[in-house]
């Protein structure tokens, strides 16, 4: 779990890419948010630093 405390102000720039993609070093914390595993990508090729699966939406047919 990750807690964030603000005490002030502070601008946050956030970038949305597919896990697929090849990591930059440009792109700072990478953070996975999806309740599976992508299929065919290796812990080392995806380069996720978290992967919060839990604030993840549910599928719900």
Known sequence: ???LLITSPIQLNIKI???Y???NK???IRILVDRL???GLTKERASVD???KS???E???
């Open 1 to 3: 779990m990750i807690d």
């Open 17 to 19: 890419k597919r896990v």
């Open 21 to 23: 993609e090849q990591p």
């Open 26 to 28: 440009e792109d700072g």
């Open 37 to 39: 595993w992508p299929r």
């Open 50 to 52: 978290f992967w919060l």
């Open 55 to 57: 604030i993840a939406p």
């Open 59 to 61: 599928y719900d047919p």
